[in-house]
C-alpha cells in the first residue's frame, strides 16, 4: 500500500492537540498535483494551510468541514487512479486500528468507515452550502435561516455562526434550565485552545504580581507631537509598547521565558501585544519591537489585528513572543491582573490613563496617571527584578 498516502491531522505547533477542518479545497475524485492547497484548518487561532507532498487522486474524504479532530486522525487519502477502491478501504481500516506504517501512532479515534467517508461531501448543494460547514448549515435549519440570503463575512466570503445568528435576531437557541433559559454558544477551536492555555498557565505557573502607576503626561505630549508631524496614528498604547522594549533591553531578566529546565533570555524585545477580537484575544508579535520607530509600531500592530479580526494570521504572527503587553483602558478598566502566557515569563497589565490629583513638590497638582501590574512567572523572575523592570520602564516613559 505504499502508493497510498494518508492525509492525518498534522501537529502544526508543540501545543496543538486539535483542528476544525475549515475549507476543502478538492473534492473526491480531483487530481491533486504535489505543492497544491488540500484544506485549510483552524488550530491555535490560526488557519494552516495543508498543502499536498505527492501528485494522485483524492480518494476518499473523511471529514466533513466544520469537523474537529485529534492530531493524527485521518482525514482523507491520496492515491494513484489505478488503485482498487479495496485496497484503500483495507489501508482506512488498518489506519484507524493504528496498524498501517503510514499512520497515526495509535491516535486516531472514531474514523467514519470507508463507505461513509467516500460519500462524505466537502460542501454540498449550491453557492451558500459552498460557502458554510455542516455546523453552521445545522445553525441555520435550527433557526430557520436561508443561507442563500445571507452574506458571509468569513474568509473568502464564508458564512460563519454569527452571520446565521445575526440574520436571526429574534430566535436563539436555548435550553430550559428551571427557572431560566440559557443560550448555547458552543466553544470555537480558538475559544478552546484559550481555555486550554489559560487553565494550564494559572495551575501550573505560579503568579506574583507587581502594581505601579505612571505619569504619562509627557508620553502624552510626545505622541502629538509624532502626530501632528507624521502621517501614522500613533495611540498612548504603541508609545507604552515602544518604552516597554526599551525597558526590557535594560532589564533583559524579565525577557525570559522557560524551557524545560533552562530559562531562554532573550536578545531582542519581541513583544506579545494582546488584540481583542469576536472570537477572543490573540497575542500577535511585533519582532524586534526595540528596533522599531512609535510609528513602526503603530503601523505594525494595525494590520496585525486587521488579519486577526479577518481570520488571516499565521503561526509567525502569533508565536515567537518574548514579553506581553495587554491593555483594557479602552474600555474603561482602571487595574487589572493578567495571566502569563507560557512559556513567556511577564505579562504587563494596562489600565486607563485618567486625570487625578497629585503632589508634586508639596503642592497639589493634576496629572495623567495610569495603573500597570507586572504579572511575573516566579520560578524564573524574582520579585526585585520584576520590580526594577517597573522602574526601568518609569525611567523611559520619564524621557520622553
Not at 252 to 266: E, K, M, T, Y
Not at 376 to 382: A, E, K, P, T, Y
Request: aromatic share 4%; hydrophobic share 40%; with cysteine.
Amino acid at each position: 500500500m505504499s502508493d497510498i498516502y494518508p492525509i492525518a491531522v498534522p501537529k502544526w505547533g508543540i501545543e496543538m492537540v486539535e483542528g476544525t477542518v475549515n475549507l476543502w479545497h478538492k473534492q473526491v475524485g480531483d487530481r491533486v498535483e504535489k505543492g497544491e492547497e488540500i484544506f485549510e484548518m483552524e488550530s491555535d487561532k490560526i488557519v494552516n494551510v495543508w498543502e499536498s507532498p505527492i501528485d494522485g487522486i483524492l480518494r476518499r474524504v473523511l471529514a466533513e468541514e466544520g469537523d474537529t479532530h485529534q492530531v493524527g486522525q485521518l482525514l482523507g487519502v491520496i492515491a494513484p487512479a489505478d488503485v482498487e477502491d479495496k485496497m484503500i478501504d483495507t489501508f482506512i481500516a488498518e489506519f484507524t486500528n493504528g496498524t498501517t506504517d503510514a499512520g497515526s501512532n495509535g491516535e486516531t479515534a472514531d474514523t467514519p468507515s470507508a463507505s461513509a467517508a467516500s460519500a462524505a461531501p466537502t460542501a454540498a448543494g449550491g453557492d451558500a452550502n459552498t460557502r458554510s460547514t455542516p455546523a453552521v448549515r445545522q445553525l441555520a435549519q435550527d433557526l430557520g435561516v436561508d443561507l442563500n440570503n445571507v452574506s458571509g463575512t468569513g474568509r473568502r466570503g464564508r458564512i460563519t455562526e454569527d452571520d446565521v445568528k445575526a440574520a436571526a435576531p429574534d430566535q436563539r437557541a436555548t435550553s430550559d434550565s428551571g427557572d431560566n433559559n440559557v443560550d448555547i454558544i458552543p466553544l470555537t477551536p480558538t475559544r478552546k485552545t484559550i481555555a486550554r492555555r489559560l487553565t494550564s498557565a494559572k495551575q501550573d505557573v505560579p503568579h506574583f504580581y507587581l502594581t505601579v502607576e505612571y505619569e504619562l503626561d509627557k508620553l502624552i505630549a510626545h505622541r502629538k507631537k509624532l502626530n501632528d508631524s507624521g502621517s501614522v496614528n500613533i495611540s498612548v498604547n504603541d508609545m507604552i509598547v515602544w518604552c516597554v522594549s526599551r525597558a526590557l533591553m535594560t532589564e533583559p531578566r524579565v525577557n525570559v521565558s522557560l524551557v524545560n529546565d533552562d530559562i531562554h533570555q532573550f536578545r531582542n524585545a519581541n513583544v506579545s501585544v494582546a488584540v481583542a477580537t469576536d472570537d477572543g484575544l490573540y497575542p500577535v508579535t511585533l519582532r524586534k519591537a526595540e528596533e522599531m520607530t512609535p510609528a513602526d509600531i503603530a503601523t505594525n500592530t494595525t494590520q496585525l489585528a486587521e488579519k486577526a479580526k479577518s481570520g488571516a494570521l499565521t503561526k509567525d504572527d502569533i508565536t515567537g513572543g518574548s514579553f506581553s503587553v495587554s491593555n483594557l483602558g479602552m474600555f474603561g478598566v482602571t487595574n487589572f491582573t493578567a495571566i502569563i502566557n507560557p512559556p513567556m515569563g511577564a505579562i504587563l497589565a494596562l489600565g486607563k490613563g485618567e486625570q487625578r490629583v497629585v503632589v508634586n513638590n508639596g503642592e497639589p497638582a493634576v496629572a495623567t496617571m495610569i495603573s500597570a501590574t507586572l504579572s511575573c512567572d516566579h520560578r524564573i523572575i524574582d520579585g526585585a527584578i520584576g520590580a526594577r523592570f517597573l522602574q526601568a520602564l518609569g525611567e523611559e516613559l520619564a524621557k520622553l
